[in-house]
């Protein structure tokens, strides 16, 4: 198995930024797509993004086009998510998730490793 620790939260005003990463321990990210989901309260959780660790293609849904860039880093097997723009419906709880395979898919049941989650809130 591949084990998620997710890092960088916080508290923010709208417009800011913030970076979060998602390290894997256990065994490294090769051959696995890697996501970001976020949940807030009282709603789903729902896809974000998502990259392939061998190809770095890359997946996002439409609101945070623009904004959010996923990347890795292959040496310290780490991926992350640059947040730009903040807005207030960006708050959520953040996880990172994994599968083998290639990225594509924005279901959550189709991720088989999860992290914690980090808190992301940005007042208005």
């Known amino acids: 198995q591949v084990q998620l620790v997710e890092s960088g939260g916080g508290l923010v005003q709208a417009g800011d930024s913030l970076r979060l990463s998602c390290a894997a321990s256990?065994?490294?990210?090769?051959?696995?797509?890697v996501g970001w989901f976020r949940q807030a309260p009282g709603k789903e959780r729902e896809f974000v993004a998502a990259?392939?660790?061998?190809?770095?293609?890359?997946y996002y849904r439409d609101s945070v086009k623009g904004r959010f860039t996923i990347s890795r880093d292959f040496a310290k097997n780490t991926v992350y998510l640059a947040m730009n723009t903040l807005k207030p419906e960006d708050t959520a709880v953040y996880y990172c998730a994994a599968k083998l395979g290639v990225a594509g898919t924005r279901s959550p049941s189709e991720y088989d490793y999860w992290g914690q989650g980090t808190q992301v809130t940005v007042s208005s």
């Open positions: 256990g065994r490294t990210f090769s051959g696995y797509a």
């Open positions: 990259i392939s660790w061998s190809t770095s293609r890359t």
